[in-house]
């Protein structure tokens, strides 16, 4: 189903922000009193993490298969799975994994609240008469205790996490 | 964003500079320009432009109506921010330490000359979710007989969202239109909602289907930027949930609500009609218990 007819098309509009300045928007605006825009940036950021991660992560458990075919540094098959998982061991990728456990701890839980907000309309208050000092509905309802639990569980979690992958 | 009533008693910082970003169309050239004014006392960003105006620069070009935040043609992104120009005092966006102040035209839309934008594309999206009542029977909607009854309770859930004056925040804050210019926007959407709620409306199946698409409530991801920007606390993001849960239910065949009936023909003038208590009275509201009790009615401290 296309929109109503009548509307024209944006790529027209003379002066519309290009892709660096609608790249930059959530970035860029400031706004008060909105931590679920925080939460919308860091879900797509993890999202993202989370993505890079699983691509390398398949590469990597196929590597004895895959470097059967195209043998890499010379090694092939399990050599080379050792190879990587020496390479693994290290520092650098020790960090990483902090930063992708930090991904996951944040995007599972927040997914959960916007699973529940989105598809199920729960926790975003319901409509009324706005009275001073004119707080939207959304801000007072219980998302917003959900996000600071967010918040919390995964500053946590991600603590404990950077405990069990440190030591 | 609520009005800022104890800025007002602020004193700002004597002189204010204010850069605006500005657009020539005939030369397709954007430039800032810095404006150094005298602030006083009350002094809103609208009244600073327009003093710049009148007595340094005429050819700035900006949009402006009713000065009291009812119109909602002077919104504009003050120090990054979209925001309402005649609510926006001084005080908020500049202080002794900074006395520096940004204006631009609103994000998201085209620009037509430095602060003016072009609300065409906002104002389709808004045509395009049938912002008005749909009744199955189209003779009865075209020459109607009688009003159509609506409890205070079912009034509620669309009061919020007449309140909405088409101002543009949401639109220009919203991160999701940034990335998808043919996403309808929270405007829109919520729009769609206020008839969704309506009970003298019967149209829900054809606002669903329209806002069922890829540039559709699917696209909004909760930064609820729309809800912390509005200067009438519309709340969109949380019209837009509400929206697609109800959406939600009705592909799965489970939404229903009342529609309301005709009640008879309008009152004559003079005419008063009867109506029963719970049509009246707010759910909660208890009648002997307010004979009873005084009513204390707190106002908000001046």
Redesign the interface.
């Known amino acids: ?4 007819e ?3 098309d ?2 027209e ?5 290009g892709f660096w ?3 930059l ?2 970035w ?7 931590p ?2 925080v ?3 860091l ?1 797509r950021v993890t999202g993202f993490i989370i993505l890079a991660f699983l691509l390398a992560h398949i590469i990597e458990t196929d590597s004895p298969v895959w470097s059967q075919y195209f043998p890499y540094s010379g090694l092939s098959g399990w050599a080379l799975w050792n190879h990587i998982m020496a390479i693994e061991s290290g520092l650098a990728f020790r960090i990483g994994e902090f930063i992708v456990a930090g991904a996951v701890l944040f995007h599972a839980p927040n997914g959960v609240r ?1 699973l529940l ?6 926790g ?2 319901r ?4 009275r ?8 007072r ?1 219980a998302q917003r205790q959900w996000l600071y639990a967010v918040f919390v569980v995964w500053i946590v979690l991600w603590l404990i996490a950077g405990v069990i992958i440190f030591s | 964003m609520a009005m800022d009533v104890e800025a007002a008693r602020r004193v700002p910082p004597k002189q204010v500079i204010v850069r605006v970003r500005r657009y020539d169309p005939e030369a397709k050239r954007m430039w800032w320009q810095e404006y150094k004014i005298e602030a006083h006392r009350g002094m809103t960003v609208l009244d600073a432009l327009l003093k710049i105006k009148e007595e340094q620069d005429h050819t700035l070009v900006l949009r402006y109506s009713c000065r009291q935040g009812i119109c909602g043609s002077c919104g504009m992104t003050i120090n990054g921010t979209p925001r309402l120009a005649c609510q926006t005092q001084l005080t908020e966006v500049v202080s002794e330490a900074n006395p520096v102040m940004t204006v631009e035209p609103l994000y998201n839309f085209p620009v037509i000359r430095d602060l003016m934008t072009d609300f065409m594309d906002f104002f389709n999206k808004h045509r395009s979710v049938k912002p008005y009542l749909i009744r199955k029977d189209k003779e009865e909607q075209e020459s109607p007989k009688g009003q159509y009854d609506m409890y205070p309770d079912e009034y509620l859930q669309t009061y919020q969202y007449t309140n909405c004056i088409y101002c543009g925040l949401c639109y220009a804050a919203c991160p999701v239109v940034a990335a998808d210019p043919q996403f309808l926007g929270p405007q829109a959407l919520m729009y769609a909602l206020r008839f969704v709620n309506d009970v003298r409306d019967e149209g829900w199946g054809e606002r669903f289907l329209i806002v069922d698409t890829e540039h559709g409530c699917h696209r909004c991801h909760f930064a609820a930027s729309c809800s912390a920007v509005c200067p009438k606390a519309v709340d969109p993001a949380g019209a837009i949930q509400a929206l697609r849960s109800k959406l939600f239910r009705y592909r799965l065949g489970l939404y229903k609500r009342r529609v309301s009936k005709v009640v008879g023909p309008p009152p004559e003038k003079g005419e008063r009609i009867q109506l029963p208590p719970e049509a009246t009275l707010l759910p909660g509201v208890d009648l002997k218990k307010l004979e009873e009790e005084p009513v204390v009615i707190k106002l908000p401290e001046e």
Do not use: C, I, K, Q
């Open positions: 189903m296309t929109l109503a009548g509307r024209r944006p790529e509009l003379p002066n519309r922000p300045r609608s790249s928007n959530p860029t605006v400031r706004t008060r009193d909105n679920e825009r939460a919308f940036v879900h916007l907000a989105e598809f199920f309309g729960v975003v208050g409509p009324g008469d706005p001073p000092p004119y707080v939207p509905g959304t801000f309802a």
